[in-house]
């Protein structure tokens, strides 16, 4: 919300007040004042200037020869303005002075011709160029006739304001308008206000008589005016009128439209006007749009509309998106003569969603948005009716046709006073409580220790006791409240079991030389969708209005979003990326709209293991890279032994580099290469990427470590070769060998792999080192061959034999 300081002086008297003082105080009072700007901060030497004459440049087709009357001189200027002419008082630059972009006016010479200034155009003097009002864009300004010739022009420019650009949340809506802000900086100096109420010539004729009004979607409009006004002369809209609009940053259009966005930035209220012969009916008709109805918007674009939205219609074809937009076919033209103007209050979400939904966040549903105050409807209608006659010479038809309440009661909140001590830590007497309270415009009556307070409509953002305490704490300064230490014992904080172990996983992965990375759990529908450990048939929960689709759904992986991080490190010559996240991830439950949550450990790997040194070539990173990271984690979670991986085929991952983890026999996990396909869409290099559902894992951690003597007696060493299919795979082997090895097996280790010759070629050999031990006694060969006989009965069953 841009605050012109000059502007708010028409309401409340600031004198003594610098803008820099009042930014300090309103940003004080909880309401952030993002910039503080002077738009006439560097200019000089401009002065308001008479063009006597204005005659074409002998030389030139498009330049003039202007003798220009500054008051204390007469100088000749050469000038390339197309609107330029005699008779016209505009802005003029001296020799000397300083215009926007710190630019120096020097006496020089056009095509011969001496030009000693330079008349100026609005956005020579630092104006966007896009504010500039349409009749001046290409050429210079030309003032009213009533200003002083020789005096400086920057007041009659507005360019001596000061411009307060104020962060407007959902809490202090009541500050976007003028007299809200107004309001405020009353409250904050102890002023007075002077607030005019509008009171608008009528004319005999009612409106009632000429239009009627009917709301089918009441829950979604509580009130809704509307006005008639005609015999509209539609022209510029005064100069003081234009100036204000361009230091709120709204560009001057003309007097019908600037008049409802003055009104708009004055009030708070949105206000929209009809072209009525352009209508089409007497009738209007707000209702919600119909399936698969269209309108064209004002910006010439064709917008689809559901049933959710609200329309306003001329009783069967749409004229506008209510709180939104107009539509074009009722546009208001320099033909306009009668317009139909609406004052109406629509429900916030309703709003908010179309906008969102049409990504057309307009001034008028950025405030519906926030929220209105309801008592102000008809006075913003009236102050409209007021200036249109004035400045437009309209007609304005008696009465308002209306449906709904256009005002509401005040809100009155019952408290004990002492609370606000209590909860600011201040020691406040009553008298100033009532006496601040009573600035903010609010009405306390007192009933012993209780005070009701009665809050104004504007105010609706105060509803509770503790609004009251933040209101009085804001305003007598937080600043002036005495600072104590909190009071009570302290309590001995620390980390619980689970992030312990989180952070110990998070420390191991980095050891193993993973960088941490941070993404977004809102996605898109695609990437939502794949790379989930157990897969389901659930859609993915979608936002109902997302931001973008970007960003639509809850995903339910998070190696997508790896992927493209490491897509983004390689465009930029980063070839070498091994990156990891522990985050949440959102399952979809039946018949459930909320997904549940599970945090998840996964990474992404891709380039080399190891830099090239004096030792030998760089390394790349395979498949047993990314699995030994994994079984380090295990190891070191004490739950390696109750781990499995079992070969898996899932679409987006290689059909032969992928293992699926188990955890008790329950999936927890996979770990494998892309599919050269996804590398190849991606744009990617070889690249691993494993991802575990970290959750369970670190639940079923064991948290007592037992710990056993060194053993006395020696082991003995079997190591035996087995020849199986190929599609057996060392790990079934590994948990046959351990189930039938009996109590003296102490570990079983696969230290060889072979295919080649002297083996089918649909088998290979395993080769398994196994030790026996007990730690009681010396064992004996005839029970380790009587051990090692059973194994290879157990292997024979699922078709293994001994390597010759």
Sequence with gaps: M?????????????????????ADRITNTGIEVEHLTYPGKGLSGIVIGKVLSCEPHPKSDHLHLCRVDLGKETVQIVCGAPNVAAGQKVPVATGGARIGGNVKIRQSRFRGEESDGMICALDELGVNKELVPKEYADGIYVFDDDVPVGADALPYLNLDDAILDLDILINS???????????????????PLHIQRPNPSESDQAAADRISLSVEAAQKVPYYGARLIENIELAPSPRWMQLRLMAAGIRPISNVVDISNYVMIEYGQPLHTFDFDAFGSNRVLVRFAGRNETIQTLDGQERALTPEDIVITNGKQ??????????????????????????????????????????????ASSR??????RNRVAPASDRAAELLAKYAHAR????????????????????????????????????????TLERLGFTVENQGDTIHVRVPSRRFDVTIPEDLVEEVGR??????????????????????????????????????????AYTYSLTTDAHASAYIVRPTSETAARVVWPMSEEHAALRQSIVPQLIDVVKYHLNRQM??????????????????????????????????????????????????????????????????????????????????QTAEIFLDGKVIGYVGALHPRAQKD??????????????????????????????RFPSITRDIALVVDRSVSAADLERIIRETGGPLLASVRLFDVYEGTHVAKNEKSLAFSLVYLDPERTLTDDEVNAAYSRIIDACSRVGARLRD
């Design 2 to 22: 841009l605050v012109s300081y000059k502007w708010l002086q028409d309401y409340v008297d600031l004198d003594g007040v610098t803008p820099e003082e009042l």
């Design 173 to 191: 809506a009541h500050c976007m308008n003028m007299i809200g802000v107004a309001h405020e900086a009353a409250a904050i100096f102890d002023r």
């Design 318 to 363: 749409a004229a506008a998106v209510a709180g939104v937009m107009g539509g074009e076919s009722s546009e208001v033209t320099p033909s306009t003569e009668t317009v139909l103007m609406e004052s109406a209050v629509f429900d916030p979400i309703s709003i908010r969603k179309t906008a969102a939904r049409l990504q057309m966040r307009t001034d």
């Design 368 to 373: 519906y948005e926030k929220g209105l105050d």
């Design 396 to 435: 304005v038809l008696k009465g308002i046709v209306e449906q709904g309440d256009r005002t509401v009661p005040e809100t009155v909140i019952t408290m004990p006073w002492e609370k606000i001590n209590q909860v600011l830590g201040a020691d406040l007497s009553f008298g100033v409580i009532k006496k």
């Design 475 to 516: 305003i007598y300064g937080y600043n002036h409240i005495p600072a104590t230490l909190p009071e009570g014992s302290a309590i001995h904080a620390g980390l619980t079991p689970y992030q312990k172990l989180r952070r110990r996983t998070e420390r191991l992965m980095e050891s193993a030389g993973l960088f941490q």
């Design 575 to 656: 070839p070498d990326v091994a990156l990891y996240e522990i985050g949440k991830v959102f399952i979809p439950k039946p018949g459930d709209p909320r997904p549940g949550e599970e945090e998840h450990l996964a990474g992404a790997v891709t380039g080399r293991s190891a830099e090239r040194n004096w030792e030998g070539e760089p390394r790349p990173v395979d498949f047993y890279t990314v699995k030994g990271i994994l079984e380090t984690l295990f190891e070191a979670l004490a739950v390696s032994e109750r781990i499995d991986y079992r070969p898996a085929r899932r679409e987006e991952l290689h059909p032969g």
């Design 682 to 711: 991606a744009g990617l290099n070889e690249t691993f990427v494993f991802e575990v559902a970290i959750e369970s894992l670190l639940r079923a951690h064991e948290p007592e470590i037992v710990y056993k003597n060194l053993p």
